[in-house]
C-alpha cells in the first residue's frame, strides 16, 4: 500500500516566504538543482511515512498536542548552515518555544500505537533554503546568499499539517491548519 509523508510545519509570512523563494533562485541559477527546491518554505516540527488511514489519528493527536500552547514571537537572526555544509537555512531563534510545542504534539501523536514508531521530530528547526548540496555547490550557494543577512519578525499563530506521495517530484498539500492559543 502507498506510503504518504506527513509533514506538520510552520508556514512564514508570505513576506518571507517570496525571500526564501527568491533566494533558492539564486542559488539555483548558481549551482544547479538541489533537494527542497520547489518544496513550500516551511519549518519541520515533525515528520511521518505513513498509509493514508492515519491521517485521523495524525489529526487528532496534533490537536490535542497544541492545547494550551498560545502563539508566540519567532525572530529570523541570519543565513547560516549545518556543520556538514549541505544545507543552508535561515535561523529561527525562538528555538526553545518551537521545542515546547513540538514535544507535546509529537508525545500525542505518538500516544497513538500505529504512528510512534514512524513519527520523526526535528531537533534542530530551520527554515531551508537549500538541502543536499555537494561541496562545490556549498560553496556557490555560500557565495551566492552573502553577506547572508535575513533578519525578520512574525507572530507563530498556526501549524500546518501538510502531505504528499512518497513518489518523486509529488507536491505537498494543504491537510489541516491548526490554530494556536
Not at 76 to 96: L, N, S
Request: aromatic fraction near 8%.
Amino acid at each position: 500500500m502507498p506510503l504518504h509523508r506527513f509533514l506538520l510545519t510552520i508556514l512564514p509570512s508570505p513576506a518571507l516566504s517570496g525571500e526564501v523563494d527568491r533566494l533558492k533562485a539564486l542559488v539555483h541559477k548558481r549551482v544547479g538543482s538541489f533537494s527542497g527546491r520547489n518544496t513550500v518554505p516551511h519549518i519541520t516540527l515533525f515528520f511521518a511515512d505513513l498509509l493514508l488511514e492515519c491521517e485521523r489519528d495524525i489529526c487528532e493527536g496534533i490537536a490535542r498536542g497544541v492545547v494550551g500552547h498560545k502563539g508566540f514571537p519567532l525572530h529570523y537572526d541570519g543565513i547560516t548552515h549545518f556543520p556538514d555544509k549541505r544545507t543552508v537555512y535561515i535561523d529561527p531563534v525562538e528555538k526553545e518555544a518551537i521545542a515546547s510545542v513540538r514535544s507535546s504534539i509529537v508525545r500525542d501523536v505518538r500516544a497513538y500505537p500505529q504512528l510512534s514508531d514512524a513519527v520523526r521530530e526535528t531537533e534542530h528547526p530551520h527554515l531551508t533554503i537549500a538541502a543536499g548540496l555537494k561541496p562545490a555547490q556549498f560553496d556557490g550557494a555560500w557565495e551566492v546568499l552573502a553577506p547572508h543577512e535575513c533578519r525578520m519578525e512574525e507572530q507563530v499563530t498556526e501549524l500546518v499539517l501538510l502531505r504528499r506521495d512518497l513518489l518523486p517530484g509529488a507536491e505537498y498539500e494543504h491537510v489541516r491548519t491548526f490554530p494556536l492559543g
